[in-house]
């Protein structure tokens, strides 16, 4: 087996290709054996922007990030961060990881660990303190500084975690499922610290199937399916449409699949909502829905949201 | 401070904090309190005359019962290094403590050879400091003193660094129950090749010595541990198994003769071997 990229640290002087996406993947492929975890991945994430990498489980979005930071080796394609091939040591000092399966020393405390990072890092020991005085600040945990890690339920550790992702003011940041273990006010804190590093200029490349949450921070999108990017674009590219939710009484099974001549159906019973129907085709609709001699009670056209463009993306994926 | 001595570093404050030395410390005073009463008993034993046995005497069998109290304590060492080394690496690969320190710019090399030097300093400390205490106590208590000291303790750490090292070249790959598992087989395995070696050289079987040969090579476990042996033989014991010939040497308590200079110029080469081995396994694998 080929050794695992961990280039030397040589020929890249600070702020080198600062012109450069934050992230660049040209067909990069992993299989394990017969499974194809990542197939052909090609995108271009610009500096300081929120990308979300939107995919349900299995998709090979947590691949895709391991391939990047070099702890996986690409089977072919090939791979670039702030400039440098994936694997490049230097680099790797301006980019901070949230890992999916986030665990931490439980020996040390909270502070430890994230001066263990600093020192990792590295960072110059005279900024240690103010470091990790803001990370704590910064994820709610400035109560718990001296506290051991051992000690922290599931949910703290995971904001341990994202304070050692944000020491340094890293120019690029990864977050694999950065809420997993979050309760909802956690969860709104993470949005914020997430704007907040758009808001300084950093690069955050989110990986999440948490809809609603990267519908809310993202500027540009990508949904990954069995390891193909099957749809990508800013927000508004990718919800252009609009969604119609009629509540009607009256069908039958065999009207509601005539109905799919309009779009894909997310059929609850009296209520059925429309993904993607061009706000034009609304009276028509009605039409035809009365026409079949359904009694129709309410109409509500209202924009796309990035749940029902995700499902209709991965249906036609099945189709497909 | 170097990324190598972070985790070197690391490693022994895990082991501080876990207060695995803790308990090391309270059950090595326990031995070692326990074995001085007994190694004095040994003064007090007397003939069917009643008079106390000759200072010669007493030396015998002290150094006979140190021995074995040795290879307990030898034992006792490969064990825990093989138990500790075993998850060192794919411990944190499972549990994902090391992912967001792999991300940072530290390699895979400096991780390997960070944990085990912090091992070994442990593994080192914890032989001469333990292995010296008994020897003072054995020394208060019969007032005899192993010829060569410092290369028995030498060879008792060597003994359970063998073991640290293959038990974290095996967790660079394997699971730390797998790993420290089959680190302790291969040891008991080595031990029991080297008792077939010494059986080969008593019936003057050359395939049979072979067998121990080819272990010492293999892991040299056992060729360390007839070092401590002999550094802990008085010369007067030596000279009456030299005078038995081919059956003074078969043996798996007893050396003739201190291990040859090849013999340690292949430990030096086999360390560096197994270190390089490590560091390579780890660097291909993916986390």
Known sequence: MAELAEKTEAASPPGEAAGTPAVKTVELTKRFGHTVALAGLSMTVPRGEVFGFLGPNGAGKTTAVKLLLGLLKPTSGQGSLLGRPIGDLRTRRRIGYLPELFRYQAWLSAAE????????????????????????????????VNDRVGTFSKGMQQRLGLGAALLGEPELVFLDEPTSALDPVGRHDVREIIRGLASRGSAVFLNSHLLSEVEQVCDRVAVVDHGRVIASGTMDELLGGTAVRVRVSGLTQADKNRLSQYGRIDDEGDQITFANLDAERVPELVATIVSMGGRVYEVAPRHQTLEDRFLQLLEDEEKA | MPPVLVMARLTVQESSRRRLLLALLILTLIVVGVSAWGFNKITTVTRSDGTPLPPEQVSL????????????????????????????????????????????PVRRSEVVIGKWLGLAALVTLYAAGAGGLELAAVDWATGYLPPHPVELLAFVAADGLVLLSLGMLLSTRLSGITAGVIALVAWLMAWIAGVVGDIGTGLQNQALENVGVVSHLLLPADGLWRGAIYAMEPDTLIAAMRALGTAGRANPFAAIEPPPTEFLVWVVFWFAAVLTLSVWSFRTREI
């Open chain 2, 61 to 104: 069998i002290t150094s006979q019962l140190l021995i074995v109290v040795t290879f307990m304590f030898s034992g006792v060492l490969a064990l825990s290094a093989a138990v500790v080394a075993g998850p060192l690496i794919s411990g944190e690969v499972e549990s994902g403590l090391l992912l967001a320190m792999l991300a940072r």
């Open chain 1, 113 to 144: 660990v994230l001066a263990l990072h600093c020192e990792l890092a590295p960072l110059p020991r005279s900024s240690w303190k103010d470091e990790i005085k803001t990370a704590l600040e910064t994820v709610g945990l400035t109560d718990r």
